[in-house]
């Protein structure tokens, strides 16, 4: 097992580590190193993603890139940077991880979404604002996490959408092992407009988040995976373009997400 590491300077590390999450969909590995921060991938050779992908994910805030061999402790490592989440009533833990009553257990696999990262625990804090019900779309759904909390929250018929097949395979698994009822299809948003739901969450990234049509008008929408500084640009946008009104922004780290309401 390889153990590749990235090396970037704090002040552009959340900027790199977005980029570097569409490589590592299954997480990444953080460590501090004061102005720099390290991001390590870990795989088998063969599965890891090529240097020149990571240098452009890198960007400008690349340091250096190294690899080193790791021993037998591999998974166990793995394991240890997956830890249960606690989101408002929701727990969210790895299978591995001590279970309680009610949790939501999301393997990882090869998709985003252990409810770790800022941007979905943001939408969380923002499903919960929610009256519950009705049916919801989660758009991007990674590991399935935020189309499982909202079916916990009350919200259905849902479907749940990707376009990397292995996230769409990871939310049907997750889906039956949380034993929640969902529609799972692998969809590009970037050619096919959402489906019609009066309740739509998508934790994507900017550039997706503007691009989005939908079938049917939506009556709100979660929108997060935008930086903080990009989250104003997103608010004029979802107002012009589809008549929705920013009733609540949340930020975390440099994360920021937006509840985005009919008018
Ligand atoms: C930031 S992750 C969010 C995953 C999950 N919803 C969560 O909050 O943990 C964004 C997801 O959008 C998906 N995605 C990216 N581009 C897409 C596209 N054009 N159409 C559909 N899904 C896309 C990625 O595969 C990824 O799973």
Redesign the pocket.
């Known amino acids: 097992m390889i153990r590749l590491a990235v090396r970037v300077r704090r002040e552009d590390a959340e900027v790199a580590l977005a980029e570097l ?2 490589l590592a ?1 299954s997480g990444v590995e953080e460590v501090d190193l004061g102005d720099r921060v390290e991001y390590a991938i870990y795989g088998a050779p063969g599965e890891l993603p090529e240097l020149p992908d990571l240098e452009a994910a890198a960007g400008d805030a690349l340091v250096e890139i190294s690899t080193s061999e790791v021993a037998d402790d591999w998974a166990e490592r793995w394991k240890a940077f997956h830890e249960p989440v606690q989101i408002g009533p929701l727990r969210v833990r790895p299978p591995w991880a001590d279970g309680r009553d009610g949790d939501i257990v999301i393997d990882p696999g090869q ?5 770790g ?1 800022h ?2 625990r943001l ?1 969380v804090e923002l499903l919960l604002d929610l009256d519950p019900g009705g049916p919801l779309a ?6 399935g ?2 189309a499982i909390a909202a079916a916990r929250l009350g919200f259905g018929p849902i479907v749940a ?4 097949p292995l ?1 769409v395979e990871a939310t049907l698994e997750n889906a039956q092992i949380n034993r929640v009822e969902m529609e799972v299809a692998r ?4 050619t096919d407009p959402a489906p019609a739901a009066p309740t739509v ?1 998508a ?3 900017r550039p ?1 988040l503007l691009q989005l049509r939908f079938a049917e008008p939506p009556d709100v929408v979660i929108a ?2 935008l930086l903080v500084a990009e989250a104003q640009e997103a608010a004029d946008h979802f107002s012009a373009v589809h008549g929705l009104s920013e009733e609540r922004r949340l930020e975390s780290g440099d994360w920021a997400a937006l509840l985005l309401r009919r008018r």
């Open positions: 999450i569409a969909p998709a985003f979404g252990t409810g990262h941007t979905t939408c989660d758009l991007g759904c990674g590991s996490v935020l959408l990707d376009f990397d996230c969809w590009d948003l970037r969450v934790n994507l990234l997706l997060s995976g």
